[in-house]
């Protein structure tokens, strides 16, 4: 079992509220990663950071935003959201880089209503 | 463009028989591929990780194999059991950015019933 948390497991809110999902690793990992994931779909990479004060846009365009001020800590922030903002949200970890194994956390499902 | 193609898209297969699931990749150059197993409502746990130089790794009753010539990958999983029913998620790697790019398929949903 990897050592990456991630709350709430589960986040149901209405529209134009702003909302942070957190994300913890205990394992020293330099490189997070945010990716989003629709049901029946691959997963899409929509933010990583190699390191503290480290962040980068994904592949997927998203509206979101992180931070990464320590090394353990990776949250995703929504300023306003919107019902297309529902979907399962995963964060990952990996020691080097994203070639290694990645472990995810348990993810976030959120709806937007 | 670089792809990972994933068949069948979904499979039921009775508790203590055998299955082989499939994936095809155009990813390149590449650098490793990995088959995650993903429950419902929780996140991918790698099940094996294959270079280029390897052709098949095993992890209990998991086996993967790989061709990096015809660029296929296979994942079969012996006497099937019921914790086995989940997502089955085959992720290729890259070895030209300096990120480590890894390309998902869409995933093989296996059930296994009793």
Known sequence: ?113 | KNQVEQSPQSLIILEGKNCTLQCNYTVSPFSNLRWYKQDTGRGPVSLTIMTFSENTKSNGRYTATLDADTKQSSLHITASQLSDSASYICVVADRGSTLGRLYFGRGTQLTVWP
Request: charged share 20%; proline share 4%; hydrophobic share 25%.
């Open chain 1, 1 to 113: 079992e990897a050592d990456i948390y991630q709350t709430p497991r589960y986040l149901v809110i209405g529209t134009g509220k702003k909302i942070t999902l957190e994300c913890s690793q205990t394992m020293g990992h330099d490189k997070m990663y945010w990716y989003q994931q629709d049901p029946g779909m691959e997963l899409h990479l929509i933010h990583y950071s190699y390191g503290v004060n480290s962040t980068e846009k994904g592949d997927l365009s998203s509206e979101s935003t992180v931070s990464r001020i320590r090394t353990e800590h990776f949250p995703l922030t929504l300023e306003s959201a919107r019902p297309s903002h529902t979907s399962q949200y995963l964060c990952a970890s990996s020691e080097r880089s994203g070639r290694d194994t990645q472990y995810f956390g348990p993810g976030t499902r959120l709806t937007v209503l």
